[in-house]
């Protein structure tokens, strides 16, 4: 078999990430990547053993040597840089947000439709062990219906980079809602069967970010730029099949302690508290409560290894990735409706007829 040939557009921690785990995979070659400076695609180029560096992205999306690409920049630039590597016949892992709003995901939707490749979303919760654990016995019906849940991330102090483009809504698309908040509203969606939502109510804050507080360790500050997005966001989701969603995240606010990303599932016959990296399982048996620990499998493989492997597996199958480009469409969705619900203060109905 062939060796994947891989193109990374983006050299920055989380290309990195990436690098270091698809550079573990047998039939994987990391080919060929590139950024805008230039002098850091060429450090990670040497770092990780990568052959080439292209001048551009362009370039390296429209290369013969190329396979499949990993987009690895900031929101504003994952639809362009996306519609350009389907285009060019290139299977796309695209980081999130899949889009930085809900226009690009749409034509970023209608692009993956008209190239026909493999188009995966990296959201590695998916693949940490506790949720793989929950999702096969919700599949086995341990649970019963999925009726409710919560979903919560809420960093005490945890700006990222303030005033670079994480803190900037025209080249982000929001704050901790859009960063954190989809990871946290994906991997709810995705334990509770992938329902489809119907109305969205919520409200974002920006209480600590514009007054230079509560900034955390990530990413590098640029004191010259500014802050114009949320940092803390709540919001009740519905879905058509009477489920509903409690989502609440933050990058900053004053609470008793920072949480680790925190899923709880309520169902018919019986619950599931994810936090951390720790799971619980809740049920009543015999008019007593019980709880049950997951215990970690031994040996278990690094979760973004996992995700790695599912999206070569899905372009040598041609099987459709678990966090596809529908899944993608769906959070973008969800978050669109958050922020305009918070902007009318209103209710939003989402609405299927299209």
């Given amino acids: ?103 690009s995901a749409e034509e970023i939707v209608q692009a993956q439709k008209s190239s026909g490749k493999v188009m995966m979303i990296p959201h590695q919760m998916r693949w940490e062990w506790f949720s793989r654990k929950a999702k096969g016995l919700i599949e086995e019906g341990r649970m019963g219906r999925i009726y409710y849940a919560k979903a919560s991330y809420l960093r005490r102090k945890g700006i990222p980079g303030w005033g670079s483009w994480f803190t900037r809504k025209d080249e982000a698309g929001g704050g901790p809602l859009i960063d954190i908040g989809v990871h946290m509203l994906d991997l709810a969606l995705y334990l509770m069967g992938n329902p489809k939502p119907v109305s969205v109510v919520g409200s974002a804050y920006a209480e600590m970010g514009p007054h230079r507080k509560g900034i955390g360790n990530w990413g590098t500050p640029n004191w010259d730029g500014y802050f114009d997005v949320e940092d803390l966001a709540a919001a009740f989701i519905k879905f058509d099949n009477g489920a509903t969603l409690f989502l609440e995240v933050s990058w900053a606010g004053h609470t008793e302690i920072q949480s680790s990303p ?57 099987q459709e990735p678990i966090s596809n480009v529908w899944t993608g469409y769906i959070n973008n969705r969800i978050i669109d409706a958050i922020y305009e619900s918070s902007k009318t203060g209103k209710e939003v109905r989402l609405d299927w007829n299209e």
């Fill in 1 to 103: 078999m062939d060796r994947l040939k891989l193109g990374i557009v983006g050299a920055g921690a989380i290309a990195k990430v990436h690098a270091s785990n698809f550079s573990k995979l047998e039939d994987v070659e990391l080919v060929a990547i590139t950024d805008a400076f230039l002098p850091l695609a060429e450090k990670t180029a040497s770092e990780y053993g990568i052959g080439k560096v292209f001048p551009n992205p362009e370039s390296l999306m429209e290369s013969n040597e190329v396979d499949a690409v990993i987009i690895a920049v900031p929101n504003k630039w994952h639809a362009p840089y996306a519609i350009h590597a389907l285009k060019h016949n290139k299977h796309v892992l695209l980081e999130k947000p899949m889009g930085i709003d809900l226009q």
């Fill in 262 to 318: 925190t899923i709880q599932l309520m169902g018919t016959d019986g619950g599931a508290t994810i936090k951390g990296n720790q799971g619980q399982l809740h049920a009543e048996i015999f008019d007593e409560v019980v709880d049950i620990d997951l215990a970690k499998p031994d040996l278990e493989e690094n979760e973004r290894v996992l995700l790695s492997k599912h999206f070569v597996e899905c372009i040598r199958s041609g």
